[in-house]
């Protein structure tokens, strides 16, 4: 596979985590408030993100790992969590969407998370997002979203990326760009970066790569946001022929904008 680059994790937080249960086993609960005040003792966030990421955490690792298919997968996640992985800690801490999805029959799991805009980030295109396909009539908003690739617990930095790319918002009806900043709203809008796209409560991933028989392979990777249902596919890109494909589920952090269940898996 093609080097890709990806941007360093953000934020470390050393904290203390219950110990990573047996299969299929959820781990002994850990009260909320000690959580909190481990996190504010650390000093590496604010008391807010620290109630977060207790809140969000604690949800998460409640769901256990019950689903044989995926349990070696969800097992490294939980490890992942007990030995305070910078990253991980980071995004439960700060993103407003986390999705961490298990690849049946493997010991392999991605993360997937995004920020929302305020609506008052909508203004009307710059000359450079204009030059990145924005239309001149919309109203745009930058934004970022993470698709993070675990095999055997270790992050694959050439199957990660790190998107950098526009919410685009187009009105429904002609309007003057101060009549659209006041209704404009990301669930209306849909994100676009280089390999990354939200649109219709659907996360998208696309990439292409040469592969070891030098031909070109696509990548992609659909998220439903809703359910936390997910479908993987590895095809040639010239002729479309499928080669590996897969679908599982995605555990769903709490999050004050979302209507999904804290920490339980798509049904």
Not at 26 to 43: E, N, V
Not at 174 to 195: I, L
Request: hydrophobic share 35%.
């Amino acid at each position: 596979m093609k080097a890709r680059t990806i941007l360093p994790a953000a934020l470390a937080v050393a904290l203390a985590y219950p110990g990573v249960p047996a299969r299929g086993q959820k781990p002994p609960a850990t009260d909320a408030q000690t959580l909190i005040d481990q996190c504010r003792t650390a000093g590496r966030l604010a008391a807010a993100d620290c109630a977060r990421w207790a809140a969000r955490s604690q949800a998460i690792v409640q769901a256990g790992c019950a689903d044989k298919r995926t349990a070696a997968a969800c097992q490294s996640f939980h490890e992942l969590l007990s030995s305070n992985d910078p990253a991980m800690m980071n995004d439960f801490a700060h993103q407003d969407h986390v999705y961490v999805c298990f690849v049946p029959g493997k010991d392999e799991f991605f993360k997937v998370t995004y920020s929302e805009p305020s609506s008052y980030a909508f203004r009307t295109p710059l000359p450079a997002q204009l030059k990145a396909g924005v239309p001149s009539t919309a109203l745009a908003a930058a934004g970022e979203s993470d698709f993070a690739y675990f095999r055997s617990g270790v992050r694959d930095s050439d199957s990660s990326f790190h998107n950098l790319g526009n919410w685009i918002y187009l009105s429904s009806v002609p309007a003057d760009p101060q009549t659209m900043r006041r209704s404009a709203d990301f669930r209306q809008a849909h994100f676009k970066g280089p390999n990354i796209e939200i649109a219709n409560d659907e996360w998208k991933f696309t990439e292409i790569y040469r592969n070891d028989a030098d031909t070109n392979t696509r990548h992609t990777v659909t998220v439903q946001l809703a359910t936390g249902r997910f479908r993987q596919e590895f095809a040639l890109a010239d002729s479309g022929k499928v080669q590996t494909e897969n679908d599982g589920r995605c555990l769903i952090a709490p999050s004050g904008t979302s209507e999904n269940q804290p920490g339980t898996p798509a049904p």
